[in-house]
């Protein structure tokens, strides 16, 4: 009898230590498992948003860039299509350096668009997000640059007031032989060569005949959003109407999509924050493109570069609101405070902890306490500036 209760005594112990090691090791595993999973998806939210920045600004072979877009158009909005200030966005207000900020909700309902201060205006933010969930207490961070390199050439010289022209798939004016691919009404497009680009919106409608060969691009006031300039008024290369700085177009004209991304944190379909990327390539409001890109991004803070003495090195990081020239920016510092999409009620308590997540910029995060956090930060130079 007594050999059996010591067995049972024994065995309880062994199984407790068992246990023991058993809970230990799965709590490990759990954190070590969170801990990767919110570096890499850090990764790849910085990876987005810096390959952005790197190329804020590319207009080909280039750095002078116009634009014969409409200024006055209803749909019109500079910080989505002025290519001059090739980076813009909001700060959310009460987020600025040295200030301290408490997320206690990442409820969207609970704030507005005048909760957002934007670049130089401290304008609320456009309405073109309204009803994209963004959560409190992050920044929005707008890049503009040409994209796509179209594979399509001038049939011959484009003149400075054209309203039409022709081009022809480039591989077929080289001796090589293929369709020339649609190019979408409305779409945003950049004519580049080496001495002047223009930024214009495509007001024809080629896809309706595939086989079209040339196709016409044209550049008239149509009824895109926002639409031209007309021609005669405000033509190609010039930043006066009537104006000209450059030549003509010629054949060795380059053609590229014009994009405008929006970077943000918003609801994402788990349920949680996200990373969220908005592109504008066509102009029409309402039509931007919406990708969740990476889950677990629960702020984010952006900080732009001004150079003061013309040096091109940037002598102060300040809040977007808090920018007095645009085209002073070099540089785009960015932090995020990522979390683990899991919570884990054994992680200790955050809610006293308060995150540096971009200089002297402290955001305390109340909601969900119990989620392992992490803070990744980049600063990108401008290399595509017109300095």
Known sequence: MIELMVSVVISMLLLAAVSTVYLSSKQTFSTSNNVARVQENSRFALHFIDQDLRMAGYSGCTRSIGSVLNTTAAGYDANFYDPSQV????????????????????????????????????????????GRNLVP??????????????????????????STFAVDDA????????????????????????????????TVDTDS??????KPVSRTTGSGVPGNLDPTVKPFGTSNPLSPLSPSYDSATEIYAFTSHAYYVATGVSGGPSLFRLSFSNGQPGAGEEQELVEGVENMQVLYGEDTDADEVANKYIAADDVTDPAAVVSVRVGLLMRATTQNEDFIDESTKQFFVADNIEIKPVVDANHLRYIARSTVQLRNLGL
């Open 87 to 130: 980076v813009g966005g909001w700060e959310f207000n009460g987020t600025a350096p040295s200030e301290v900020y408490t997320l206690n909700t990442l409820n969207p309902a609970s704030v507005s668009a005048g909760s957002w201060s934007g670049l130089t205006t401290g304008s609320a933010l456009a309405a073109d997000f309204t």
């Open 137 to 162: 207490g992050s920044d929005v961070l707008i890049i503009k640059r040409a994209n796509t390199l179209l594979p399509v050439k001038s049939t011959g010289t484009i003149p400075l007031n054209a």
């Open 171 to 202: 591989r077929a004016l080289d001796g090589g032989g293929e369709p020339v691919p649609p190019i979408p009404q409305f779409s945003l497009l950049v004519a580049s060569n080496c001495q002047q680009a223009d930024l214009f919106q495509n």
């Open 209 to 214: 005949n595939p086989t079209l060969n040339p």
